[in-house]
């Protein structure tokens, strides 16, 4: 499966490789989901006094289930959603 990079930027290989399938269960029976698409993201605060976040995010789908995100963060609070 073909993805874009971004030029000029170091790539990290996501956790979870971009056109892999596996089952997850989101507030149901398990299913299988396969990997479609990742970004690195980061929200940099407007004080000082907080730090910067990092995460990742990934783009999942199901044929019967459409699509859905998956959150990896240390941030309490966050996760999959469809």
């Given amino acids: 499966m073909a ?10 290989e996501p956790a ?15 299913a299988v989901w396969q990997v479609v698409g990742f970004q690195e993201r980061c929200d940099i605060p407007t004080d000082a006094e907080e730090d910067i976040s990092f995460w990742r995010e990934y783009f999942l789908f199901n ?13 309490a609070g966050a996760g999959s959603s469809r």
């Fill in 3 to 12: 993805h874009y990079r971004q030029q000029g930027r170091p790539q990290r």
């Fill in 16 to 30: 979870i490789p971009v056109g892999s399938s596996g089952n997850l269960s989101l507030g149901g029976a398990s």
């Fill in 63 to 75: 044929r019967e289930l459409g699509f859905a995100f998956l959150v990896n963060t240390t941030r």
